[in-house]
């Protein structure tokens, strides 16, 4: 069974940093491509990043340049570093797998608190 | 870089039919494929339609998709409403790196 799992999120400053990790189970990581899905509170789905099968990678304008998604095969788990953060960075993150066109599989998400 | 719209909310009654409009702000909808996805409260979100108009293995007949080029929406439609279809919808689609999701509509089952 697919499952995704993240971790890594928190409370932290503006200007700070954090990363997060989605470890992967019952599919090898580097076989699909990935994404990072965010939610702010009572918000919309916002799409942040993706890193596909062969290593292309993608981001959101907003976070270009602050964000960096990377991927570990050795652990099959993806990550997502985050800094400088800022305080419209709040939400809850998510990883979804996508081998097509949707994202057929979520992991539970991770709430990152951005707030002095 | 498009923008996907949605209505904010739409109610009806149990038993009934609603569709749920999606209009793609620039280019052309027909030109990727659009998703739908269903969030319930403090859940993370499923697919229920892919690819316009396929269903995953699991998702009830009752939920269908379409797109229609000439209004450039897609459209999510679920007959015979039932209390659990009460959610958050999104629709999602796609071009050249970029991963768009509509704005969401809130799903009311009175």
């Known amino acids: 069974e697919v499952q995704l799992v993240e971790s890594g999120g928190g409370l932290v400053q503006p200007g700070g940093s954090l990363r997060l990790s989605c470890a992967a189970s019952?599919?090898?990581?580097?076989?699909?491509?990935l994404s990072w899905v965010r939610q702010a509170p009572e918000k919309g789905l916002e799409w942040v990043s993706d890193?596909?099968?062969?290593?292309?990678?993608y981001y959101a304008n907003s976070v270009r340049g602050r964000f960096t998604i990377s991927r570990d095969d050795s652990k099959n788990t993806v990550y997502l570093h985050m800094n400088p953060l800022r305080p419209e960075d709040t939400a809850v993150y998510y990883c979804?797998?996508?081998?097509?066109?949707?994202?057929?599989?979520w992991g539970q998400g991770a709430l990152v608190t951005v707030s002095s | 870089n498009f923008m996907l719209t949605q209505p904010h909310s739409v109610s009806e009654s149990p038993g009934k039919t609603i569709t749920i409009s999606c209009t793609r702000s620039s280019g052309s909808i027909a030109s990727n494929y659009v998703q739908w996805y269903q969030q319930r409260p403090g859940s993370s979100p499923t697919t229920v339609i892919y690819?316009?108009?396929?269903?995953p293995s699991g998702v009830p007949g009752r939920f269908s998709g379409s797109i229609d080029p000439s209004s450039n929406s897609a459209s999510l439609t679920i007959s015979g409403l039932k209390t659990e279809d009460e959610a958050d919808y999104y629709c999602q689609s796609y071009t050249g790196g970029v991963w768009v999701f509509g704005s969401g509509t809130k799903l009311t089952v009175l």
């Open positions: 890193i596909s099968a062969g290593g292309s990678i």
């Open positions: 979804a797998r996508h081998p097509f066109f949707d994202f057929d599989y």
């Open positions: 019952g599919y090898t990581v580097s076989a699909h491509s």
């Open positions: 690819e316009d108009n396929q269903r």
